[in-house]
């Protein structure tokens, strides 16, 4: 794969084909002046005093993703966003225009008409050309401007593909449209495509080991058994299908247990894998509850409250199962982990001006970053100002309103439960602060 020089290259390459192809053919013999190859943009080639000499200009005029090879690599991290697992390459196509410029008769025509040619006989760059225009030879006693010694190391003859040259059609409208928007006077012009260039980042990824065997050996064949099949419609993995917290919450609580439910969940070594990648929280819980295939439980201890701040996690069983001797893990299914108050009921007298001061004690504390707000009802309060992490938050409720109120703090848009879900009806809990 190339690095990001390849793009400078490829313009390299294609200036050094033009340069020795009109040596080659003693185009400035023909002309009877000498001639150059510039790659400059259109507006910067002609000189502030209108001469022109006679002189090809290559210009690469837009860069397109290849569509063929966009969608051929792999993510380039896991899920969590934190673990790079691949270098995806970068496809370009690269699109130039190749422009005659002259200050004499036909002397325009004739650079495009071997331009034209020069890029019709050679459509393919080898890498046999890449290394002689990127790396000229010590011989020449001619040093390189650091830009152009740079392009050495890009990789580009290396690279997988081939670069290809492929002509485009331009009608009146796209040319006047470059032209217009380079700000300069329409000149002879041959526009091409070079694909493609592969550019591929050297950074450190995953990599996976060989694999050793494909199974069990079968007695009579002596052959390894390979992928088994199993003839039902449900998958013979470890699968979570529900997390149901406790109470029938919509959301989980720190020490109360989670139910999870799903199937081939019996076996030894149960675990629960919890994670959070907002916060980079990624822990192995021991999973309690009898060993069921249909369900296993979950239970984050209330003395972690530091690990597990509120918000949204997956979570994974890992297990061995019976006959085997590696621990298999399922699918991950989220989860929300709520605020818990801890402290109401609450019994609180107005002030002289009608507020009440009312502390909050929760369970996870407060992250740095979280948004947090306590719902009074149907009103929303802010907190005093605090430091966090905390556990503890200060509200003052101007000219609060006499009688019994349900309170409800939210972190992140998620509130602490306010509904008993296990009786029927649902009533609501008790988390009322006494205002008199």
């Known amino acids: 794969m190339s690095t990001a ?19 080659n053919h003693n185009v400035a013999g023909v002309l009877g002046s000498t001639v150059t190859v510039s790659v400059l943009a259109p507006d910067r080639v002609v000189p502030a005093d209108g001469t022109e000499s006679s002189q090809l200009n290559l210009f690469l005029y837009q860069v397109m993703p290849n569509a063929s090879w966009r969608n051929q690599g792999l993510p380039a991290y896991d899920a969590g966003g ?4 691949s270098n995806p390459p970068l496809a370009l196509d690269l699109h130039y225009l190749i422009s005659a410029y002259s200050g004499g008769d036909l002397h325009a025509e004739i650079l495009l008409g071997y331009a034209m040619q020069l890029m019709h006989e050679f459509p393919i760059i080898t890498r046999e050309m890449i290394r002689t225009a990127l790396t000229p030879s010590p011989d020449l006693g001619v040093v390189l401007p650091p830009a152009l010694r740079a392009l050495a190391d890009s990789g580009l003859a290396e690279q997988v593909e081939l670069l290809r040259i492929t002509p485009l059609t331009l009608n009146t409208e796209e040319s006047s449209k470059l032209w217009s ?8 012009t041959a526009a091409y495509q070079v694909s493609v260039v592969l550019i591929e980042a050297t950074r450190p990824a995953l990599a996976p080991l060989p694999v050793l065997t494909r199974g069990e050996v079968h007695p009579v064949s002596g052959r390894e058994r390979g992928v088994q099949v199993s003839p039902a419609l449900v998958p013979a993995l470890p699968t979570l299908e529900a997390i149901v917290p406790a109470g029938n919450q919509p959301a989980a609580r720190l020490g109360q247990n989670i139910v999870l439910r799903g199937h081939h969940l019996d076996g030894s070594a149960r675990e629960v894998r919890v994670s959070n990648p907002r916060y980079e929280v990624s822990d192995m819980l021991a999973a309690s509850g009898a060993n069921s295939g249909a369900s296993m439980e979950l239970l984050i201890p ?3 409250a530091a690990d597990f701040p509120v918000g949204i996690y997956e979570a994974s069983a890992r297990l061995v199962r019976s006959g085997e001797s590696s621990a298999r893990e399922s699918n991950r299914l989220a989860f929300t982990l709520a605020p818990d108050i801890t402290n109401l009921p609450q019994n609180l007298a107005r002030d002289d001006d009608g507020d009440v001061l009312i502390s909050i004690d929760f369970t996870p504390e407060l992250r740095a970053g979280q948004r947090v707000s306590l719902l009074v009802g149907q009103r929303e309060v802010l907190p005093q100002s605090f430091a966090a992490p905390t556990a503890t938050l200060d509200f003052l409720i101007e000219q609060a309103e006499v009688g019994e109120h349900l309170l409800r703090l939210r972190i992140d848009g998620i509130d602490s439960p306010i509904v008993d879900h296990s009786s029927t009806p649902p009533t609501f809990l008790n988390q009322r602060l006494t205002i008199t």
């Open 5 to 23: 020089l390849a793009l400078a290259g490829v313009t390299a390459v294609l200036r050094d084909r033009l340069n020795d192809g009109l040596v």
């Open 82 to 85: 934190r673990q790079r697992v």
């Open 181 to 188: 928007a380079t700000q300069s006077s329409l000149r002879p």
């Open 302 to 304: 209330v003395a972690r």
